[in-house]
């Protein structure tokens, strides 16, 4: 099945989960090339043009997924606008930097990490949705990960997402979440077949 990303942290995780139920392939892998449109300014939005922009070209059934940081004292920013965050082409560095400065004195950190995969199956659009509550630490703590995984601690543990081991990350990560509902929904249509 083919997921609608280039990006290798994610596929490594959501091929990690899905082990043993699909395999699972890039858009590289199927010779897809270009930038995927995201322009709707909701995380469900995004994930359907994403997973439709594949299914137009391939006819096969297909995943993605988008994700959004949504910091409390921000009033919800970045969100939909994470990837984007300190501008087109910004680099996650730039992404972290711009986030820590707009909290610099701020006592609220709370955040969490949201996001929605759509599946389309035979045409058929589907929604799984995960998210993870958590802080915004004051500086960059671990080098695992990708994004704002260095300064994202996850309520109930005392590291970033960036000091975690994949699989603790999967456990309780807005993608993993989301991705588990998914691996659910899989099982059971293979159980029905
Ligand atoms: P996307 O549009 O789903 O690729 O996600 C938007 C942005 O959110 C990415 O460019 C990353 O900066 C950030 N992001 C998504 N998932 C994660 C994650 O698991 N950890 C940290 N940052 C993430």
Redesign the pocket.
């Given at each position: 099945m083919i997921f609608a990303?280039n990006?290798k942290?994610?596929l490594q995780?959501v091929r990690q989960m899905l082990d043993g139920i699909v395999d699972v392939v890039s858009l590289a892998d199927v010779g897809l090339e270009g930038d995927i449109p995201?322009t709707a300014d909701t995380?469900q939005g995004?994930a359907l043009q994403k997973a439709q922009w594949v299914y137009q070209r391939t006819g096969r059934d297909c995943f993605a997924?988008?994700?959004?940081?949504e910091v409390e004292a921000l009033g919800g920013a970045p969100g939909v606008y994470?990837?984007r965050?300190a501008g087109e082409h910004c680099s996650?560095d730039d992404?972290i930097n711009k986030l820590l400065a707009a909290l610099d004195g701020k006592e609220n950190r709370r955040a969490d990490?949201r996001?929605v995969i759509c599946l389309i199956e035979k045409g058929v659009p589907r929604y799984f949705e995960g998210r993870v509550d958590g802080v915004i630490l004051t500086e960059r703590h671990g080098v695992e990960?990708?994004?704002?995984?260095p300064i994202?601690m996850p309520d109930r543990f005392a590291l970033s997402?960036a000091e975690m081991p994949l699989d603790v990350?999967n456990m309780i990560?807005?993608?993993g979440l989301a991705t588990k509902k998914l691996v659910g929904y899989l099982r059971q249509q293979n159980v029905a077949k």
């Open positions: 990303t990006n942290h994610k995780e995201e995380l995004n997924d988008d994700t959004g940081l994470s990837a965050y996650f992404n990490f996001t990960g990708f994004g704002y995984d994202f997402f990350k990560s807005h993608r």
